[in-house]
């Protein structure tokens, strides 16, 4: 079974520049979770998906961050415009359930962003 | 929401000690409390969760042990090898979801 798959890896830009990462979740996973974790910190909650809608966007600064999975499938979250403090690794996971049951997150690799 | 506090930040055994990483939550809704396990460059893997029903639960080397009265539980790792040298999460969810920050383990040879 293929993994949570996300690109790109690594990302360096200038401050104020705008960046996109992508993630494909497992197959079948309802839900989708965007984490922020900065060094030497756990993992923090962007945002959830269950299918294509938002269930918890809380955490997620918007005006400068969003994110869509606009076919309940894959996933993009979008910085714009990119501050110093947005340097992490961005960790996208994914779960087989949903209404609210919780249980086993399947991560991938993350991308690491770098903002110079 | 829910706050997670983990403990120690670092822990340095020698190869078949034992290690104990602990953490306290403070959201009594949380019901579920994973251990993730996180090698360098990579994303976190769960390696043994409880629910809240289940005061202790075991799997090979590793355990996890749950007081829901003092909001505390605690990973256990037997026998350690270097192979388990790696940062521990743990989590609570009920509400909402949190992480600790994390325990660097190092296992010497």
């Known amino acids: 079974e293929a993994g949570v798959a996300q690109s790109p890896r690594y990302k360096i830009i200038e401050k104020r520049q705008s960046v996109a990462f992508w993630c494909n979740p497992i197959?079948?996973?309802?839900?989708l979770y965007w984490y922020q974790q900065i060094l030497g910190q756990g993992p923090k909650l962007l945002i959830q998906?269950?299918?294509?809608?938002?269930?918890?966007d809380s955490q997620l600064p918007k005006d400068r961050f969003s994110a869509e999975r606009l076919k309940g499938v894959d996933s993009t979250l979008k910085i714009q415009p990119a501050k110093l403090e947005d340097s992490a690794v961005y960790l996208c996971?994914?779960?087989?359930?949903?209404?609210?049951?919780?249980?086993?997150?399947?991560f991938g690799e993350g991308s690491r962003l770098t903002v110079l | 929401g829910e706050n997670v506090e983990q403990h120690p930040s670092t822990l340095s055994v020698q190869e078949g000690d034992s290690a104990v990483i602990k953490c306290t939550y403070s959201?009594?809704?949380?019901?579920?409390f994973p251990w993730y396990k996180q090698e360098l460059g990579k994303g976190p893997q769960l390696i043994i969760d409880?629910?809240?029903?289940?005061g202790e639960k075991k799997d090979q080397r590793i355990a996890v042990t749950l007081n829901k009265t003092a909001k505390h539980f605690s990973l256990h790792i037997t026998e350690t090898q270097p192979e388990d040298s790696a940062v521990y999460f743990c989590?609570?969810?009920?509400?909402?979801?949190?992480f600790g920050a994390g325990t660097r383990l190092t296992v010497k040879p």
């Open positions: 996971a994914s779960s087989p359930l949903s209404g609210g049951n919780t249980g086993e997150l399947f």
């Open positions: 197959s079948g996973h309802a839900t």
């Open positions: 998906f269950q299918n294509n809608g938002v269930v918890d």
């Open positions: 959201d009594s809704a949380s019901n579920y």
């Open positions: 409880i629910r809240s029903n289940v």
């Open positions: 989590a609570a969810i009920g509400n909402d979801m949190r």
